[in-house]
């Protein structure tokens, strides 16, 4: 966890507080995406009090698992679908387009431009080797494009009441798939009963 600030373009100073939470779907096999949404609920909105402004996705330039495709849409079952309007896509490694713009990287994969749509074209993409006033540059970029999208969403944020409303529904949703699972084990085993009864007075009835 970071703190700092940043003055906007209206010479107002505004604090910030940046979380880095583990990757979902990340490499190591240690950690899963149930223990990343774990932490999120017991850690980060008590961190970010009362809400989260901005969910960045943080995805690297010519690497793009097949688990990545996934990610808004493990976001958007975790914490429902109005969590993409708090999603900004960041790229990384913007050295590796070469020839390339990052429209052009993104034309190039169905779900990429699916990802674009969701997050309703919301990216930047940042060179790893930057420094100075070129990643001066960025960053206010980035600052610029979350107040944006603040202003676009009228200053809500994203709290964990709503996360918590969306683990009910999902909850139940769980227990009503385990009692449907229930429910139809107990069918079985009374027509299975039913079988062996009829089998059993059938062969009494030939002898």
Same mark, same amino acid.
């Given at each position: 966890?970071?703190?700092?600030?940043?003055?906007?373009?209206?010479?107002?100073?505004?604090? $910030?507080?940046?979380?880095?939470?583990?990757?979902?779907?990340?490499?190591?096999?240690?950690?899963?995406?149930?223990?990343?949404?774990?932490?999120?609920? +017991?850690?980060?909105?008590?961190?970010?009090?009362?809400?989260?402004?901005?969910?960045?996705?943080?995805?690297?330039?010519?690497?793009?698992?097949?688990?990545?495709?996934?990610?808004?849409?493990? $976001?958007?079952?975790?914490?429902?679908?109005?969590?993409?309007?708090?999603?900004?896509?960041?790229?990384?490694?913007?050295?590796?387009?070469?020839?390339?713009?990052?429209?052009?990287?993104?034309?190039?994969?169905?779900?990429?431009?699916?990802?674009?749509?969701?997050?309703?074209?919301?990216?930047?993409?940042?060179?790893?080797? +930057?420094?100075?006033?070129?990643?001066?540059?960025?960053?206010?970029?980035?600052?610029?494009?979350?107040?944006?999208?603040?202003?676009?969403?009228?200053?809500?944020?994203?709290?964990?009441?709503?996360?918590?409303? $969306?683990?009910?529904?999902?909850?139940?949703?769980?227990?009503?798939?385990?009692?449907?699972?229930?429910?139809?084990?107990?069918?079985?085993?009374?027509?299975?009963?039913?079988?062996? $009864?009829?089998?059993?007075?059938?062969?009494?009835?030939?002898?």
């Amino acid at each position: 966890m970071e703190r700092g600030q940043w003055t906007d373009n209206n010479g107002i100073i505004k604090q $910030i507080l940046v979380v880095d939470t583990p990757g979902f779907f990340d490499s190591d096999t240690n950690v899963t995406n149930e223990m990343v949404e774990k932490k999120i609920a +017991s850690q980060i909105f008590d961190m970010t009090s009362p809400g989260v402004h901005a969910f960045l996705i943080v995805l690297r330039i010519g690497r793009f698992s097949p688990e990545e495709k996934n990610t808004v849409d493990f $976001i958007r079952t975790i914490f429902g679908q109005d969590a993409a309007n708090y999603c900004i896509v960041v790229f990384t490694h913007e050295d590796q387009l070469e020839d390339q713009t990052l429209d052009d990287f993104i034309s190039s994969s169905v779900e990429l431009r699916q990802l674009m749509t969701i997050c309703n074209n919301r990216k930047l993409v940042i060179n790893n080797k +930057s420094s100075g006033q070129a990643l001066e540059r960025k960053t206010q970029q980035l600052l610029q494009m979350i107040q944006e999208m603040v202003n676009h969403n009228n200053g809500s944020y994203y709290t964990n009441e709503k996360y918590r409303q $969306i683990e009910i529904k999902r909850e139940e949703e769980r227990k009503k798939q385990e009692e449907e699972v229930i429910f139809h084990r107990q069918c079985n085993k009374i027509i299975l009963t039913h079988c062996l $009864i009829l089998g059993t007075t059938t062969t009494t009835s030939h002898n």
